[in-house]
């Protein structure tokens, strides 16, 4: 079977480093791939030059591309799309300045995924992306709520990435980032998020008393994946490029596909699990199996997880308050 995937900004920086590893397999294997790319039209001519070289890797699983200034088109009986394309944060900017710009683009887009496939899978990483995935679903109102996605995975991987350095220095062992499991980021992708470690394991026992430094977690950890993507901005004068792309890949391949048991995080509709309000598109441990996702179950969550998630919740219940405010939900 031929998937038919959109991939919206594609000549953007994500784009670019996304589009090659799609159509290498990343995602998909050995079934062949058509790619649709949208862009804004003063974008088109770029974009002609990223499809010259997609065309120069003679991918042996790329069967199509086309690209393309509509919606319309672009959306036209696709089995997923990835929503990258908006205005990235500028140094000194905060998320919630581009929620009016975004939430344009977001409306149209919402509207014209009445096109694609009924199964669509959609993953917005453009930000702010929690709020821009609430804005297409709401304009996508055929589309079941639960095939609207936002990409937090890329602040899961941060996590890994600090806890197994961490976890390294602490035993003196080396641990990679495989062996640690159960992390969980919950809320906004931005600076409230709350990345979670209180039911993280590595090699059968609790992380955070391996660790055995809460200060550290709560004065460090958190903060410093927090606060990751302004970091990355202030270093390269661009947001994160690569390391989002690459993230983008893992949620798509993942929600295809399957965990294999182990949590990940995804941004999805709420429907009031854990006192999150209902109808948010919040983050959350997930396991995926078959094709879909299930939000993990059961856990306890204690004084300091719970006031981290209510704060990054208020956050969300804002933008959504803003988005409302501007007509564009
Ligand atoms: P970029 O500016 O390099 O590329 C964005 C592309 O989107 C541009 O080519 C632009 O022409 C295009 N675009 C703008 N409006 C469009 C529209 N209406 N339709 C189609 N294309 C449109 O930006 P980038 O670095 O690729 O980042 C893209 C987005 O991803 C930004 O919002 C950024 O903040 C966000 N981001 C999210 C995460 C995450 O973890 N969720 C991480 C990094 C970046
Ligand atoms: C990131 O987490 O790297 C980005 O979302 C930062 C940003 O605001 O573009």
Same mark, same amino acid.
């Given at each position: ?21 799609? $159509?290498? &397999? ?106 821009? $995935?609430?804005? $297409? ?12 996605? %936002? ?7 941060? %996590?890994?990435?600090?806890?197994? %350095? ?31 470690? !209180? ?29 990751? &993507? ?39 509709? !709420? ?6 309000? $209902? ?12 094709? !879909? ?37």
């Amino acid at each position: 079977m031929t998937r038919t995937i959109a991939v919206t900004g594609a000549a953007g920086q994500i784009g670019y480093s996304l589009l090659f590893r799609l $159509a290498a &397999g990343f995602v998909y294997g050995d079934e062949p791939i058509r790619l649709r790319l949208l862009e804004v039209p003063q974008a088109l001519q770029a974009l002609e030059g990223v499809v010259m070289e997609l065309d120069d890797c003679a991918f042996t699983r790329l069967e199509a591309v086309e690209i393309t200034d509509d919606p319309a088109t672009a959306f036209d009986g696709v089995d997923a799309a990835l929503l990258i394309g908006s205005m990235p944060r500028k140094k000194g900017m905060e998320r919630a300045d581009l929620l009016q710009k975004n939430g344009e683009i977001f409306s149209t887009q919402g509207r014209a995924l009445v096109n694609a496939a009924d199964h669509v899978k959609v993953v917005v990483t453009g930000n702010p992306a929690n709020t821009n $995935a609430l804005i $297409a679903s709401h304009h996508a109102p055929d589309i079941p709520k639960t095939q609207f996605t %936002a990409l937090t995975r890329l602040d899961h991987n941060r %996590a890994l990435s600090q806890l197994a %350095a961490k976890a390294t220095e602490v035993t003196g062992e080396p641990v990679y980032v495989q062996d640690i499991e159960q992390v969980a980021i919950w809320g906004n992708h931005s600076a409230t998020q709350y990345p979670d470690i !209180s039911h993280a394991r590595l090699a059968g026992r609790s992380l955070a008393e391996v660790i055995g430094d809460e200060a550290w977690v709560a004065d460090e950890f958190v903060p410093t994946v927090a606060k990751r &993507g302004a970091a990355i901005i202030a270093a390269r004068g661009a947001s994160s490029a690569a390391s989002a792309a690459h993230a983008t890949l893992e949620h798509l391949r993942d929600w295809e596909h399957g965990s294999s048991g182990r949590w990940v995080s995804m941004a999805v509709h !709420s429907q009031g699990e854990y006192d999150v309000p $209902a109808g948010l598109v919040s983050s959350f441990p997930v396991v995926c199996t078959g094709g !879909s996702y299930e939000i993990v179950t059961g856990l306890e969550i204690g004084a300091f997880s719970r006031q981290r998630i209510d704060a990054s919740v208020a956050e969300l219940q804002a933008e959504r308050d803003t988005a409302q405010d501007l007509g564009v939900l």
